[in-house]
């Protein structure tokens, strides 16, 4: 296993999963969630312009093919500007490791669009996963704990159906990025989103706010631009570059329980037992569904709609 890859997955996964931890205290300093999601994108849009550039030239970007384009702009703004946003307002209603354990939910969702799409019934090993990830997000909620699963539910449907975004952009970019490269198609993902945020937020907000915002505030800001979006995105696609997919992904169940050990240390936030079994489960899916996808063993037998 190439050490500089996996550090590089790992790395990425830490600094995502960093995102909740900055965005609690921005709402603590009174940013609403439309400015942390909106300042972000801006912030972070003209790192990714330049590592474009600078990788591949802006005569080749020119020259993208306008079908790829537009896919990775409308993946793009459905993911990092309608995704994006129901998930940071989510975390107004939960606690941050919480969002990061459900956000991760995403992989099972692909297994299953992948075998609807291709109308094969999943392996009884791939379906075990996908069980175990479900029954996992159940328990994160709150499980059996009806108090807690009521005060959790509507936040974590919100970042559930972020997760599903994600899902379709996983997918989108999986045939696109053969085309076109992943900085290119990061790239034009990443310009759509603030291309919608930007209106929304004027639309919603009072740009006069942006003046309110404390210097610590700013830093925060840049520092969810550059920390939790620019740099990880580089380090997960040179790390899958070198390592692979599978283990890539493997790798990255690194995030959650770092999130979770940066919310007890700054945020004082503490996981019930029930919440726990959930991210224990959850994490095993991944770790479940990532092992038969490198064994081969994704899809059981046909469906017998094909």
Known sequence: MDPIGASAVMVAAMLFATKGIFAKHLYDMGVSVEAVVTVRAVLALPLFWWFAIYREGLRKILDTPREALIAAA????????????????????????????????????VVIV?????????????TTA???????????????DLIELKANLLGAMLVIGSAMTYTVYF??????????????????AMTAAPACLVPHF???QDVGSLSEISASGWALLLALGVLCMFFPALLQAEGVRRIGAQLGAVLSTAGPPTTVVIAW?????????????????IVLGILALDLARSRGALVATPSSSQ
Not at 179 to 184: A, D, F, H, P
């Open 265 to 281: 240390l700054t945020l004082d936030e503490r996981l019930n037992l029930w919440q726990w079994l959930g991210m224990a489960l």
């Open 130 to 144: 996908t069980l175990l990830t479900y029954l996992g997000i159940f328990f994160t909620m709150g499980g059996f």
């Open 171 to 188: 997918l989108i970019s999986e045939k696109y990025t053969r085309q076109i490269g992943s900085s290119r198609f990061a790239l034009f």
């Open 202 to 204: 004027l639309w919603t």
């Open 74 to 109: 409308a993946v793009g703004a459905l993911c990092y500007y309608f995704g994006a946003l129901i998930d940071f307002i989510a975390l107004t209603m939960i606690d941050a490791s919480i969002e990061r354990v459900l956000i991760f939910s995403y992989p099972a969702m």
């Open 114 to 126: 992948t075998c609807w799409r291709d109308r094969a019934w999943p392996s009884p090993a791939v």
